[in-house]
């Protein structure tokens, strides 16, 4: 899946959601049930009481803000927060790149950060090896049009162009959406893996409208919407599309994912969250 022709950030901006798809697939049930020998992983748990040992993706999206949300998690706690880099970009292989995360989380972080969460999903999608923090934020997808009379989704002419990441929950709530609107009400969807390519789509009006996380059209366009003359869309007449982001903990680490549970609780009460959300220009919910 890899492109040699992308840089490895645009494949880190959708590292969640294809985390989240790889999980979905159970590509790895059982600690080391893929092609890492056992013996590579560490049965034993760290003498580290004095602080937590997160995973981070550096070069996602939401890099920063995940990590001032750890920081604020540990410090809730009483503890130190310490870094390890995450794997990074697409990978290969589905089973290769669950193997490569337990192996690290087994060995080197007890936490992953900044991982997308579906909101109302009743079970985990993720490896018996993993479990789920609750959600610290509820982040919308946004719908970027240049054209002043696309208010909605819904005011869109059929036939027209629309652009999307690939992956996402946003185009694939869209798409859905889209196949249960008459033949000639539907809209025709372009998967995009490079933003920035999106962006100039939607400029030279290549496309109508793309949809996209608003972190990462807050980053390409540098918070300026009104620069590049984008205005927003809502998703009407659907409801809003929301992702949840959590963190990814080792099952075998139940305390841990209970005390961080209870630090975003706490997070969210006293506006902390609400504030990092502001500081780093997301938008959305604080809490789930």
């Known amino acids: 899946m890899k492109s040699i022709n992308q840089s490895k950030p645009v494949f880190a901006a959708l590292m969640s959601a294809v985390l989240f798809m790889l999980a979905s697939m159970s590509l790895a049930k059982a600690q080391g049930g893929g092609t890492i020998p056992l013996q590579s ?47 990074s970009g697409f990978p290969l292989d589905g089973t290769g790149y669950l193997d490569e995360l337990q192996l690290i989380m087994s060995n080197e972080c007890e936490v992953l950060v900044g991982i997308s969460l579906t909101p109302g999903m009743a079970e985990s999608p993720f490896p018996d090896w993993a479990t789920v923090t609750r959600s610290y934020a509820q982040v919308p ?48 969807f372009l998967p995009y893996g490079d933003p920035q390519l999106m962006l100039k789509r939607l400029l030279d009006g290549s496309i109508a409208g793309m949809i996209i996380w608003q972190p990462q059209l807050n980053q390409i366009t540098k918070g300026d919407l009104a620069g590049p003359g984008l205005k927003l869309a809502s998703f009407a007449p659907m409801k809003p599309v929301l992702t949840g982001v959590g963190n990814l903990v080792s099952s075998r680490e139940s305390y841990l994912r209970a005390s961080i549970d209870q630090a975003i609780g706490q997070l969210v009460a006293d506006g902390t969250i609400a504030r990092l959300m502001k500081k780093h220009g997301y938008e959305g919910i604080a809490g789930p």
């Open 141 to 188: 997808f946004v719908i970027a049009v240049t054209d002043p009379a696309y208010k909605t989704l819904g005011d869109i002419p059929g036939g027209k162009f629309m652009g999307g990441m690939i992956g996402s929950l946003g185009i694939g709530t869209a798409v859905a959406f889209n196949g249960q609107r008459p033949q000639e009400q539907r809209l025709r």
């Open 41 to 87: 992983f560490s049965n034993s748990r760290p003498l580290q009481g004095d602080r937590i040992r997160y995973c981070v993706d550096d070069y996602s999206v939401g890099a920063a803000f995940d990590r001032s949300i750890a920081e604020a998690i540990s410090e809730a706690l009483l503890v130190k927060a310490e870094f390890k880099p995450a794997p």
